[in-house]
């Protein structure tokens, strides 16, 4: 039996996106089979594949960070999973594929009641952005946030959780994008205003409790300003390598002086690596919440598995809000 997926074999821009067809191989020990339903298409791809981020293997390989998909086959070892169970996993790549093989240890059950675009929604992103709330942050009822780069996967997903939170929220993202973000029940604040430093000070004179920047450069100084004193900001998906290097050298001076405020980056592939066993909790109660339509996911766009190449091209010229998800044709 044969199979299809989209390969990387050399840096470039989406075009260098490639499809191609496998063999299917029986899954192994403690190895799972799964047919996927959805891959999310995210920031991370764009920056693997200019060969800016530090976790990707070495090419060619198979991108796509993040999929829910269904069991297929089993390995002789596994005891966790059977064949039909629906199943997400944090891949980091390999997931731009109609099968994947992943060991058990990576996988979560999905509720089978919940859609699988929205579900692959909560695997990067809402992990991101609960872990960064609730672990990093300890948010509380009340609390002041501003949030950069609001529009996107993490930042939608800050909002949709900040308003279960009972936070008050500024979200800094494009004139075109702020009815959306009204709606998450957010402050939109046009970051292409010339003042919306301003503007943010205004509202809030004695600054806001946490800032979660998701642009850096400048950005990083200016919502570090914003903060009270006791405040944080929490730092998180730079599009690169150098810009994770120079925010975590930002980071590290302003910590470096006793004003009271704090900074800190937050990268999931690392905690992952480190210790996965917080972000398969977390997962397992961000899916929970989903099918008690506690949350909803953005889904900006949906498109066919294999047209991966075009979906990266919509996401890197910045036209979207939410979520672009890769759905298998059942889906669509």
């Excluded at 709606?183 to 806001?208: I, L």
């Excluded at 999931?268 to 506690?294: A, H, R």
């Excluded at 294999?306 to 298998?328: D, M, P, R, T, Y």
């Amino acid at each position: 039996m044969k199979y299809k997926s989209v390969i990387l074999t050399e840096r470039g821009g989406p075009e260098v996106l490639k499809v191609i067809e496998n063999e299917m191989v029986s899954p192994k020990g403690s190895e799972v089979l799964i047919k996927v339903l959805a891959c999310g298409v995210g920031r991370t791809d764009i920056a693997m594949r200019y060969g800016y981020y530090p976790f990707a293997p070495k090419m060619p390989f198979v991108p796509g960070y993040e999929i829910v998909g269904v069991v297929e086959a089993v390995g002789t070892k596994v005891t966790q999973f059977q064949i039909g169970d629906r199943v997400a996993a944090l891949t980091v790549y390999g997931g731009y594929s109609e099968y994947i093989s992943l060991e058990q240890q990576h996988l979560v059950k999905v509720p089978p009641s919940v859609k699988p675009d929205e579900a692959v929604a909560l695997v990067l992103n809402y992990v991101t952005a609960y872990q960064m709330l609730k672990r990093v942050a300890k948010v509380q009822a009340g609390n002041k946030v501003l949030v950069t780069g609001a529009s996107g996967g993490v930042g939608t997903a800050l909002l949709d959780l900040a308003r279960l939170e009972g936070l008050k929220v500024y979200a800094l993202a494009s004139k075109h994008k702020h009815e959306a973000i009204e709606k998450m029940g957010a402050t939109p604040v046009d970051y292409k205003s010339g003042n919306w430093e301003g503007f943010v000070k205004s509202k809030e004179p004695e600054g806001v409790d946490y800032v979660f920047d998701g642009v850096g450069q400048s950005y990083i100084s200016k919502g570090f300003n914003q903060l009270k004193r006791g405040g944080k900001i929490v730092a998180f998906g730079y599009p690169n390598f150098k810009g994770m290097l120079l925010g975590l050298f930002k980071i590290i001076f302003l910590n470096a002086f006793p004003n009271g405020r704090k900074a800190k980056f937050y990268g999931i592939s690392g905690v992952y690596k480190k210790d996965k066993t917080t972000i398969l909790e977390d997962l397992e109660k961000l899916f929970l919440m989903l099918k008690e339509q506690k949350i909803k996911p953005l889904i900006s766009k949906r498109m066919p598995l294999l047209e991966a190449s075009e979906a990266n091209a919509i996401l890197e010229n910045q036209a979207i809000s939410g979520k672009i998800v890769l759905v298998s044709p059942e889906l669509l």
